[in-house]
């Protein structure tokens, strides 16, 4: 993610949590250091993980219980 406005952070926020719910886990790629912070602000790193690369979070899914 680069950029990011309202909507698509409500959009993140409801999938994160909807999947958490159901046991699962959201891997975030944020390259850009502002969509971090504002990930960061919002709360994801408690519902999911925040990566700065593709490769980071793919690599993490693959190994993940």
């Known amino acids: 993610v680069t950029r ?21 886990i959201v891997k975030v790629c944020a390259g850009e ?16 993980e925040v990566f700065h690369t593709r490769r980071q979070a793919i690599f993490a899914a693959n190994i993940a219980e």
């Open 4 to 24: 990011i406005d309202p909507a698509g952070l409500r959009t993140v926020l409801t999938l994160a949590k909807t999947c958490r719910a159901q046991g699962g």
């Open 33 to 48: 250091r502002s969509v971090r912070i504002l990930l960061a602000l919002a709360g994801i790193p408690g519902l999911g």
